[in-house]
Structure formats: C-alpha cells, structure tokens
C-alpha cells in the first residue's frame, strides 16, 4: 500500500521531514470479512487494516491523526511553531 511504501521510504532514507497523516476507513477494522477499497486491493488481496496502516507509520516515525481535526496541531507540532 502506499502508506506501506511511505513507512519504509521514511526509515530506509532516516528522513526529517515532517510528514503527518491520517488514515480515512478506520470502521473497517469493524466489519471482518467485507472488502472495501479500489479494485487492485480487491483483486489482489492486498488488504492491510486502516490499524496497520497507522501502526506501521507511526512506528516509522510519521504523525498519524486519530481524527481529522488532529492535523492542524499536529502540522504544528513537526514544523516546531
């Protein structure tokens, strides 16, 4: 996915930038068995909950907004103001 690919690209290149994110579809993880997503992740299988998604971003060092509302202090809080 591509948060996977941001997660990795942000380890593997120790990057600084302050990057913040915010993961839509979090219900999902509430309803097992149903497939959400475009046609490739429905195809392919490739399904990582919208939990794994964060978790995966978070432990790379990336700011994850629990909610929408969250990204302006979280914007804030990387840019130091």
Known sequence: TAEAELARWTQEHKSRLPIVAFVAGRFMDEM???????????????VDSPADKMRRMREAGISVAEEIGDIPSLVRERIGN
């Open 32 to 46: 097992p068995g149903m497939s959400f997503g475009h046609a490739g992740t429905v195809v392919n299988k490739k």
